[in-house]
């Protein structure tokens, strides 16, 4: 769900629950900010929605009043990454339907671990770095604090296709420029994602 | 003769009583109970509706425009009716009514996309703020779009051009109509509260819309150019 407008994620569906998260309306990309719902309930004629957020410590969830956040979503896939076995696998209706081998961070700057999800996806940019697309996702290196907009982890092509699989990066997951772009045309921004 | 007419006054030769008769158990009780166990599958229509599912006979551009503003509303009531059952919060006579009306707007959906072809307008971006995730929120919505879509195409069929279209609203028409006097039943509002509706013009309509906030603009997943700032 899209975030509408400037709004707090709470430890519990309460307006005097702990604050865990203040969310804006866009990506540092410039993308709409969305966020993963996972449950909703009502609690005194407030309706409050439980989201996976885009914060650290990574795998922090709040509850969010539902009329800060747009339409709902739905979407039918699902990336597993594999720290271990350097594969990305996408799941449509929990079947697989892509697998290719990955990179992934460094040691010493680990790709995180747990469920995220797929933010936004970005093309035509200056950097042959990233190859020809990248997704962004929710999960943030919980070692590069300091990085320029906050150190989030994405998933996108590389200059340097030799390397994979092995652990190659800075915490982003590579992929060969071929299978990014096979990938993007199966998932869509929203997808959840979970690395292993 | 008051103004509202009683079947006597209407079935004078006893053909509709007859008909009924025909049709057999066709009680509250029976059609739910057949409604709960259905697929979400439609029946029946197909002649009609075969009439007009070739793009060609919309061809005039006026009616072409009627048709979009239609599926418009259509892919409104879709979406809001799927999403309310996906929700959860709905039971009973009530879930049963989101059921078989959102299969009935979906089928209404697709009717109209094949007939526009590729002169269908795409299907918006919606957010039901709620409305679907309360039963009681649901229900008042629900009153509202019904009777709100029956104004719609009343307001609409006079201005259509081609009789195969005309027949094919009318035919959705009436099926809005039922779906207004069912929502209002359960709402404890009069089903038919006057014996000639309103209709309502297209500008009036999608200022009604508008008000409601439902449809909006597709979240910005995508961007290009600059550099991604990821740790790489």
């Known amino acids: ?196 | 003769m008051s103004e509202l007419l009683t079947l006597d006054e209407v079935d004078r030769d006893g053909a509709i009583r007859e008909t009924m008769a025909a049709i057999g158990d066709d009680s509250r009780a029976g059609f739910l109970k057949r409604s709960m166990l259905a697929t979400g599958g439609i029946v029946g229509g197909g002649a009609l509706l075969a009439a007009i599912a070739s793009p060609a006979q919309a061809a005039t551009a006026n009616d072409v425009s009627i048709l979009n503003f239609a599926l418009t509303l259509e892919y409104l009531e879709a979406e809001f009716y799927t999403e309310a059952v996906a929700m959860g919060a709905l039971s009973g006579e009530v879930l049963a009514f989101a059921r078989i009306v959102g299969a009935h707007e979906r089928a209404h959906v697709a009717f109209l996309k094949k007939a526009l072809g590729t002169a269908a307008v795409p299907k918006p971006s919606f957010n039901f703020r709620g409305t679907t995730e309360n039963q009681a929120k649901f229900k008042a919505t629900a009153q509202v779009l019904e009777d709100t879509g029956v104004k719609a195409y009343a307001g609409q069929a006079p201005l259509i051009d081609s009789n195969a279209v005309l027949a094919a609203a009318l035919s959705v028409h009436s099926i809005e109509a039922r779906h207004a006097s069912w929502i209002r039943h359960i709402n404890g509002a009069a089903p038919a509260p006057v014996a000639f509706d309103q209709p309502a013009t297209k500008a009036r309509i999608l200022a009604a819309v508008a008000g409601t906030q439902f449809i909006t603009g597709t979240p910005a997943m995508t961007a290009s150019g600059g550099s991604p700032a990821f740790t790489g």
């Open chain 1, 1 to 196: 769900m899209a975030v509408l407008e400037p709004a707090d994620a709470r430890l519990q569906p309460s307006s005097r629950a702990r604050v865990v998260a203040r969310l804006g309306t866009r990506t540092p990309e410039g993308t709409t900010n969305v966020v993963l719902v996972l449950t909703r309930v009502e609690r005194g004629g407030q309706l409050w929605i439980e989201a996976r957020l885009p914060v650290l410590p990574n795998n922090t969830t709040g509850w969010i009043k539902r009329e800060s956040l747009g339409g709902y979503n739905a979407v039918n896939t699902h990336l597993v990454v594999s720290t271990k076995r350097f594969t990305a696998t996408l799941y449509r209706f929990g079947k697989p339907i892509f697998t290719a081998r990955v990179g992934v961070g460094q040691s010493r700057w680990p790709t995180p671990t747990g469920r995220f999800y797929v933010r936004n996806k970005l093309t035509r940019y200056s950097s042959p770095t990233y190859g020809p697309l990248a997704f962004g996702t929710s999960a943030r290196s919980a070692v590069l604090t300091d990085w320029p907009a906050g150190g989030f982890v994405g998933i996108h092509g590389t200059n340097a296709p030799g390397l994979i699989p092995g652990r190659i990066s800075h915490g982003c997951i590579r992929l060969r420029n071929g299978d990014i772009l096979r990938l993007a045309q199966l998932m869509l921004p929203g997808t959840p994602l979970t690395i292993v």
